[in-house]
């Protein structure tokens, strides 16, 4: 069965330090990959998707097939960062569309 | 305009009781789910609706009966609560079954005494 896993439930850095939100992955297929973001009483909403290969809001995750991962950096982290982030791994069903989350890690950044 | 809605944002009700949540989304889209996130924060799919179809059910007690009386609504109808029932049930849609992006609504948050 696939499984997210995103081992810190916090992560705790000073503003202008980088940031690295780990997540791996098991998926015996062909792996698609996101970033969900849920901002201080605002709604989950898409961050990034690794098919894009984009930079959001100074973001960038790359997805690294031999070590399953999808880590989440920013090489210089901002107070508006802090947030909640989910890494989910998306599977094509015959039913559908079904994203499976991690956890969720806790982003602060401190001044 | 919000595009995902839900009704009510809270809900405080007795174990045994029996309760709906309300969804509605503005975006044209035809795909709509539901979500469960415990108090771990743990995000799991419950059920995905096509053009009023279920397509996905994921195990989830058959206290739970999803509605989708048209594409633009998907109703959740809990039967004789638990209280481990207790969570945050984020409702969202997408353009289609296959498409990737997801819109959450802004969550009900069920707590069973």
């Known amino acids: 069965a696939q499984r997210v896993t995103q081992p810190e439930k916090l992560l705790s850095v000073f503003k202008g330090a980088p940031v690295e939100l780990k997540c791996n992955y098991s998926?015996?297929?062909?792996?698609?990959l996101f970033w969900y973001v849920q901002y201080s009483r605002q709604r989950l909403q898409l961050l990034l998707r690794h098919i894009s290969r984009e930079s959001i809001k100074g973001f960038t995750a790359d997805l690294n097939k031999g070590e399953t991962s999808f880590h989440l950096k920013k090489p210089f982290a901002q107070e508006e960062d802090s947030a909640m982030y989910y890494c989910a791994l998306r599977i094509l069903t015959g039913g559908g569309n079904k994203l499976t989350f991690g956890t969720g890690t806790q982003l602060k950044v401190e001044l | 305009d919000t595009a995902v809605s839900q009704t009510p944002k809270y809900l405080v009700t007795q174990m045994g009781n029996d309760k709906s949540i309300k969804c509605e989304q503005n975006?044209?889209?035809?795909?709509m789910y539901w979500y469960k996130q415990d108090s771990k924060k743990f995000l799991k799919i419950m059920f995905s609706y096509n053009n009023k179809e279920l397509i996905i059910n994921e195990t989830v007690p058959n206290r739970f009966s999803p509605k989708s009386p048209d594409k633009a609504h998907l109703n959740l109808h809990i039967n004789s609560l638990e209280l481990g029932d207790s969570a945050v049930y984020f409702c969202?849609?997408?353009?289609?079954?296959?498409?990737?992006?997801?819109?959450f609504g802004p969550g009900t948050r069920l707590t069973v005494l």
């Open positions: 969202a849609s997408s353009e289609g079954r296959d498409t990737d992006t997801q819109y």
């Open positions: 998926y015996s297929g062909s792996p698609e």
């Open positions: 975006l044209g889209h035809d795909t």
